[in-house]
């Protein structure tokens, strides 16, 4: 029986890989009516490519560094390079655009079906836990009252959207969680269980510990049920503001007190040695630099108390993803407990390459004070850092160090944006596949239609067409699709990868029209996007540009003029001169 025909018979990859596994181990989980794999997709927040262990970084990353090692690991993986876009492709298998996600701040269309909704519809239970961002952002008038709402001082019961939008009617049985996509990590904005906000936390409270607590809650919950589930686990670490425990900052202060052109070079020679980059085809691009709000200096023009700044800026990013990293680690070990963890499918990824955003003011999503009126400080040094008085970030040169060996960062289509870690762990389904590399270039927009094969649910024809294609074959030893282009953008920021070539813009700067003109890299000789090869191949770049404008056309997107990381979305319709 072959994998087309198993699948018309009702019997997934998953099953097959499960009844085949359980019968010979006679596990718990074996023995449940329905022997599809469990899944649990774990997403986390402005990661950059080396921040975790596994991936040359010097945060201790113990959990994740292995399951990488026990992982189908996807070397070329890409998303949709910022928050609510690649979130959107995540839980569609559509490009961003076509289900109302252009840019930042809308509310997912409800004409096309959620992975959660299909996965439901098809004998799942299911729950999310931690950060959605898929619900249009509402602020209040007068913007008095808008910052009293984000400050906690007052409009206690109102919901913070539609909510048709939330997760709970969107597919999920169950959400703890944010519906905004920022918040203070020890007194959250947006807060809720399923549709109910929660007005208050305890004063040890800390979002990313919490997270990690009800996602444990979940798998001792599902796991005694007579259904698989399906668990979606969306980390808000380590995006901004900057906000971890004392005794894990500390812990990291050692590590970048040389400056990020250190960490960069050691990050580059660890992920060399790791065997993740070669040297002949990634050589290490200069470190970038130019974001609007962030000073374009030198490590050493830094004046003393500016370096120490930086460095606890750094440290803090580290701990916060130290901190999901245990958590993850309890989760995992919740199934093993539970006797679920053979039969799981775990997927890690990241929503976009670390952040340079620099927030300057209050307002939108960001409070101007805590709950009981301390002022909170923004801009490159606010002070503060790690605790709940700053709503800033690591800044420009921090973030390209952490996406090493890549070019630029969040909300860009280069690989610094777009490229981030991505790993499946399944123990049954993968005997003797584990620490498989698949080269083969695969994208954000196929997880829905893998996760529906490995369910053996045919993917839902309503709304919008599905872009994403099936990888379940890389787990199972089958064949993969065929590679076919994949298309970027966001706020202007323009992409096309088809096999080894590339055509990339920059976001729009203002004014600027030379951030308009595509470079093209070959990516099969120059993966981190070092040697533009416009000028001499003319004929690659008309090629792409077209494709690239056809299917603009074809998900309806409306041509961008300006707009870029951390600024509104932009309103001036035109079209770019390719």
């Known amino acids: 029986m072959n994998r087309r025909q198993a699948l018309k018979g009702g019997l997934s990859l998953g099953a097959m890989a499960a009844a085949a596994f359980g019968a010979g181990k006679g596990l718990a989980w074996a023995r449940r009516r329905d022997t599809r794999p469990n899944m649990i997709v774990i997403m986390g927040d402005d990661i950059g490519y080396s921040d975790l262990g596994a991936y040359g970084g010097d945060t201790d990353t113990p959990h994740l560094d292995a399951l990488a090692g026990r992982a189908v690991r996807f070397d070329n993986f890409y998303n949709m390079s910022r928050c609510c876009p690649s979130r959107a492709s995540l839980l569609t298998g559509r ?10 701040g809308t509310s997912l269309s409800l004409d096309t079906p959620t992975v959660a909704e299909q996965l439901r519809a098809g004998g799942y239970a299911t729950a999310m836990i931690g950060k959605w961002h898929l619900t249009a952002a509402e602020p209040l008038t007068p913007p008095a009252e808008h910052l009293k709402w984000l400050n906690h001082q007052g409009h206690f019961d109102r919901d913070f959207g539609d909510r048709r939008t939330y997760p709970v009617s969107r597919g999920f049985d169950y959400h703890w969680g944010i519906i905004w996509g920022v918040c203070d990590y020890y007194d959250p904005f947006s807060l809720v269980e399923n549709y109910t906000p929660v007005r208050e936390v305890p004063k040890d409270f ?85 974001y609007a709000e962030n000073a374009r200096t030198t490590w050493e023009a830094l004046t003393p108390e500016h370096r120490a700044e930086q460095v606890r800026k750094m440290a803090t990013h580290a701990a916060m993803i130290d901190i999901m990293d245990q958590g993850i680690g309890r989760v995992v070990q919740a199934l093993k407990d539970s006797g679920a963890y053979e039969n799981t499918v775990i997927m890690f990824l990241v929503d976009n390459g670390a952040s340079p955003e620099i927030m300057v003011r209050p307002g939108y999503d960001r409070p101007s004070e805590t709950r009981d009126g301390r002022k909170i400080g923004y801009g490159e040094y606010p002070g503060g850092i790690g605790t709940e008085l700053n709503q800033t970030g690591i800044g420009a040169h921090w973030a390209s160090a952490a996406n090493t060996p890549f070019h630029w960062w969040k909300a860009e289509s280069y690989q610094g944006g777009t490229h981030t870690p991505f790993f499946i762990s399944w123990p049954a389904g993968m005997k003797r596949r584990e620490g498989r590399v698949v080269a083969q270039g695969t994208h954000i927009v196929d997880v829905t239609p893998t996760l529906l094969e490995l369910a053996g649910i045919a993917p839902s024809q309503k709304g919008a067409p599905m872009d994403g294609r099936s990888f379940a074959g890389a787990l199972t030893g089958k064949a993969l699709p065929n590679p076919r282009p994949f298309f970027f953008e966001h706020y202007g ?50 090629r792409l540009a077209k494709a690239w404008r056809d299917w603009a056309m074809s998900v309806g997107l409306k041509l961008r003029a300006e707009g870029g990381v951390g600024g509104g979305s932009p309103d001036k319709a035109d079209t770019f001169s390719d």
């Open 95 to 104: 490009y961003p655009h076509r289900v109302n996600m252009t840019g930042n």
């Open 206 to 290: 800390y979002l990313t510990d919490a997270i990690s607590d009800h996602a444990v809650e979940q798998v001792n919950t599902l796991g005694k049920g007579d259904k698989p589930f399906m668990m979606y686990l969306a980390y808000t670490a380590a995006h901004w503001p900057l906000m971890a425990p004392e005794h894990v900052i500390q812990k990291y202060l050692p590590r970048f007190e040389d400056g990020w052109d250190a960490m960069r070079k050691r990050r580059y020679a660890r992920q060399v040695k790791l065997g993740l980059v070669d040297p002949r085809i990634d050589p290490l691009p200069p470190l970038d630099d130019d």
């Open 493 to 542: 920021a323009r992409a096309v990868i088809d096999g080894q070539w590339k055509i990339v813009s920059l976001a729009p700067h203002g004014g600027d029209q030379s951030y308009r003109q595509w470079a093209l890299y070959d990516l099969a000789s120059d993966r981190t996007e070092t040697n533009d090869l416009a000028a001499r191949h003319p004929e690659i770049v008309g």
